[in-house]
């Protein structure tokens, strides 16, 4: 039976969905507000960031601040992701790198990872003992991530199940290529990103498309309750308490809930 591109769609991510792994107060608000991540700028996230970090998913590339023991303020910025202890939630950080610690890898999956493809490598534990891993550069913060070949790889088979893929098509994306296919006389590119929910990232489109899409993108302003996120002409994110407000915010603000009001 052909299946519809809607139909596709709701399958493919129906049987891929997770449940919430954290609970909103299991989140360490005092952890990260040490690193000058207040409660109010986590709460003023998008749903889609706030999702991802509710899932054990890494959180966008945020400004922290630290004061080390010279009483100095040292300014980053970085990701973290909620990790499971024993009997706590904590944090985990994943700093923005100046460049990809890639010397475990030979040259030519040095020049796979830096050309932004996903590829299959020995990853070797906090213990010490290895495994097969799907590995790639997280082009934000340039750091290595890695999963665990079973699960992207039963991620495939539902794929594969779904449209019926060849041996030949699955090879293409395993080998850390996107492919590009036809339904519904539209095109939709199916390929490995590990910053994805599934591991596994649908577009429509063409492969180029796809690889310009790895990146979400933001709107210059993002209003949440109590501030404002605001995306830089840097590509940097900032976040501005309502109290901080400028003219040119409140205007924004006036703006955008005027044409909401529009909407209604």
Not at 45 to 68: C, F, H, M, Y
Not at 206 to 211: I, N
Request: charged share 30%; hydrophobic share 35%.
């Amino acid at each position: 039976m052909r299946i519809t591109l809607l139909k596709f769609y709701y399958a493919y991510n129906i049987r891929n969905m997770k449940q919430v792994r954290f609970e909103e107060n299991e989140v360490p608000y005092g952890t990260l507000e040490r690193f000058g991540l207040t409660q109010s700028m986590i709460e003023d996230l998008p749903v889609w960031a706030l999702e991802d970090i509710g899932q054990g998913r890494r959180s966008p590339v945020l400004p922290i601040k630290v004061t080390n023991d010279e009483g100095e303020t040292i300014s980053s910025r970085t990701r973290f992701a909620l990790v499971r202890m024993d009997d706590k939630v904590d944090v985990m950080f994943f700093p923005v790198l100046e460049r990809s610690p890639l010397e475990q890898f030979g040259k030519e999956k040095q020049n796979d990872l830096l050309a932004g493809k996903a590829i299959l490598a020995d990853v070797t534990d906090k213990d010490g003992r290895k495994s097969k891993a799907f590995v790639q550069i997280d082009p934000e913060t340039n750091h290595v991530m890695s999963v665990a070949t079973p699960v992207i790889g039963r991620n495939l088979e539902v794929l594969k199940d779904e449209l019926g893929l060849s041996s030949a098509e699955m090879k293409v994306m395993q080998y850390g290529e996107p492919l590009t296919l036809i339904m519904d006389d539209e095109q939709i590119t199916a390929g490995i990103d590990l910053n994805s929910k599934t591991g596994i990232r649908i577009e429509g489109g063409d492969s180029e498309k796809w690889k310009q899409n790895a990146k979400r993108e933001w709107d210059k302003y993002t209003f949440g309750c109590y501030g404002c996120w605001v995306m830089g002409d840097d590509g940097n994110l900032n976040y501005v308490p309502e109290d901080d407000y400028t003219e040119e915010l409140w205007n924004e603000l006036n703006s955008k809930s005027r044409a909401k009001a529009m909407k209604l």
